[in-house]
């Protein structure tokens, strides 16, 4: 009887949180009847990909997906590189200044990233890097929670493998690269995929920076389709398909990075 | 290559960025606020008249008020995040599907979220159907184009898109609860709200602390849903105070007035997480 309770309960929320996604799919799908029907129509009705062809036609949706793949690349390897390599110290050398350098890491968690978005503009513009994809990168690929996490990885690395490559005469380059790096793979894994899914989503920093069309992420990109298909709401559902289908996919198929992830940001 | 040298090397490419991207902007920003900065002239310090300007103005003020309904949001997603990570804490069959079902929508595209939610608020959209059915109504409701229901169904799409964030982090934090010590307390004889009143709640006040001061941020902050649903309207209804700021710094082109406008917001937002530290820290017992 509780477990029978407990199910509906997990039901409704379920319902609540996916039938937007289940509507929006099945308007895609559907090439007949009422968009708008009463009752709402929960199964495709002569279902068909021609609203998939029509997003096509509509907008430049290959160029867009390009610029997102691409963006979501960059920003990945490059904050992996650069996170990775300020971790790296902070976890395992001793110098000066290391837990000034954390305070000061640690403070932009604080800092409101929404107000920068502002100065950040002006900042891009007299670097000349209005409307280039390092302009929409530059800004994302150092995070503090990367940082956090990846020195975490760090400090589980057992202080024996390290002195052994020491006295083997490895640099700390070396041991870097070679040693560290493929210990924390799993943890780079977790660290990729969040910041591909967040460089995948992300809306309002590559709307300041790109002005043109074709040069739009799809995040972007897709609230074209309103404008221009305002009347055709299965061709603006397609496209928002379309839209999310890889960050979906990815979140599915590794679902215990995302897991993972906030598991680290707790401790 | 120098050994002292070594760790600020590995630093180096890290701490630049977060100086130029982070810091500076709020440096500089904090400056421009007080001056007349445009690209087309010289610019002077003009004391607190970017200030007077917005406060004068009533998009701002509007505004800020709507940002600070949005707090609101933050006691019903923090509790609806906790009974949620109580919920799927077990093992029962299947339970990972519910927990990837209710963290979707955080995951989702703003924009899409936008798209969605405007399909369901539409006046013959699903919602107002299941409205009608229910008789919670008895005409289609304008949940986007009423002035006094916009800025709530915004503030709604906004809690569906983040419950699941925090459903996540307290789920984390249920899981490090040691078990023996809630068996324990069943063994004394405790009843189960007993056991999550008295144990789990005060070993969560850590999380509860942290996420509830990251949605008090969030809140106050609010921004990329107004733009997506509804921009602004109807009738300036859902303006928040950053959606001013964007609206005057990025379409306008009055930068100093949306810096001005801008921290303002990381002032109320610096204010009320302090007051968040203090009354809601881990006791020392």
New interface residues.
């Given amino acids: 009887m509780r477990?029978a309770l407990?199910?509906l309960?997990?039901c409704a929320?379920?319902v609540?949180?996916?039938?937007?996604?289940w509507?929006?799919l099945v308007?895609a799908l559907s090439t007949e009847g009422n968009v708008?029907a009463?009752?709402?129509t929960l199964w495709p009705q002569s279902p068909s990909l021609s609203n998939f062809n029509a997003v096509f036609d509509a907008i430049p949706m290959l160029a867009f997906f390009k610029n997102s793949v691409l963006i979501a690349a960059f920003t990945v390897l490059w904050k992996l590189a650069?996170?990775s390599?300020?971790a790296?110290?902070?976890a395992r050398?001793h110098?000066r200044g290391?837990r000034l350098?954390f305070g000061?890491?640690l403070a932009?968690l604080?800092?409101?990233?929404?107000?920068?978005?502002?100065?950040?503009?002006?900042?891009v513009t007299k670097l000349s890097l209005v409307d280039s994809y390092t302009g929409v990168i530059?800004?994302n690929?150092?995070t503090a929670v990367a940082?956090l996490l990846l020195k975490q990885a760090f400090e589980e690395v057992p202080q024996d493998l390290i002195d052994a490559a020491r006295v083997d005469g490895a640099?700390?380059?070396t041991i870097?690269t070679r040693i560290m790096l493929p210990l924390i793979a799993p943890w780079l894994a977790t660290v990729g995929i969040l910041t591909a899914?967040e460089a995948?989503?992300e809306?309002?920093w590559p709307s300041?920076v790109m002005s043109k069309p074709d040069s739009f992420p799809?995040?972007?990109g897709?609230?074209y389709l309103?404008g221009t298909f305002g009347s055709s709401?299965r061709v603006?559902?397609a496209g928002?398909v379309l839209?999310?289908l890889p960050?979906?996919a990815?979140?599915?198929f590794t679902?215990r990075y995302?897991?993972r992830g906030?598991?680290g940001?707790?401790k | 290559?120098n050994a002292?040298a070594?760790?600020?090397l590995?630093?180096a490419?890290?701490?630049v960025?977060?100086a130029?991207?982070?810091?500076?902007?709020?440096l500089?920003?904090s400056y421009?606020a007080f001056t007349n900065y445009s690209l087309v002239r010289p610019t002077e310090w003009v004391g607190l008249e970017n200030f007077r300007y917005i406060f004068d103005n009533e998009m701002f003020v509007t505004g800020l008020r709507n940002s600070l309904l949005f707090l609101l949001m933050v006691p019903l997603v923090q509790v609806g995040a906790l009974a949620?990570a109580v919920?799927?804490n077990n093992q029962?069959p299947g339970?990972?599907y519910?927990?990837?079902?209710?963290?979707?929508?955080v995951?989702?595209?703003?924009?899409?979220v936008?798209?969605?939610?405007?399909?369901?608020f539409?006046e013959?959209?699903?919602l107002n159907?299941v409205f009608m059915?229910l008789r919670l109504a008895s005409a289609p409701i304008g949940w986007l184009s009423d002035d006094t229901l916009a800025l709530f169904a915004v503030m709604f799409v906004t809690m569906?898109r983040g419950l699941?964030w925090y459903m996540?982090?307290y789920?984390?934090?249920l899981q490090?609860v040691p078990k023996d010590m809630q068996e324990a307390a069943l063994l004394d004889g405790a009843t189960r709200w007993q056991q999550f009143w008295r144990i789990t709640v005060p070993m969560l006040r850590p999380?509860i602390m942290?996420c509830t001061i990251l949605s008090v941020?969030a809140a106050l902050?609010a921004?990329?849903e107004v733009?997506?649903l509804t921009q602004g309207g109807p009738m300036n209804s859902t303006f928040t105070a950053?959606y001013y700021?964007?609206d005057q710094?990025?379409k306008h082109l009055k930068?100093p007035r949306?810096?001005a406008a801008?921290?303002v917001?990381?002032v109320v937002?610096?204010a009320i997480?302090l007051a968040c530290l203090r009354y809601l820290r881990p006791r020392h017992r």
């Fill in positions: 477990t407990h199910y309960l997990l929320i379920a609540l949180c996916v039938f937007p996604f509507w929006t308007t708008f009463y009752p709402p650069l996170c390599a300020a790296y110290p902070l050398m110098f290391r350098v000061v890491i932009t604080v800092l409101p990233s929404e107000v920068n978005f502002l100065v950040n503009f002006i900042t530059l800004p690929i150092v940082i640099g700390e380059w870097f899914v995948w989503n809306y309002i300041i799809l995040s972007v897709v609230l309103r709401i603006v559902a928002t839209t999310i960050t979906l990815a979140f599915l679902q995302f897991m906030m598991d940001a707790v | 290559m002292r070594q760790p600020w590995f630093l490419p890290a701490l960025l977060l130029v991207f982070s810091f500076w902007p709020v500089y920003g421009l949620l919920l799927v029962l339970i990972r519910f927990r990837a079902a209710f963290y979707v929508p995951v989702t595209t703003v924009s899409v936008g798209i969605m939610w405007g399909f369901m539409h013959q959209g699903t159907y059915q569906w699941g996540v982090m789920l984390a934090a490090a999380t942290v941020l902050k921004y990329q733009d997506v950053l700021a964007y710094g990025l930068l949306a810096l801008s921290m917001v990381s937002c610096i997480a």
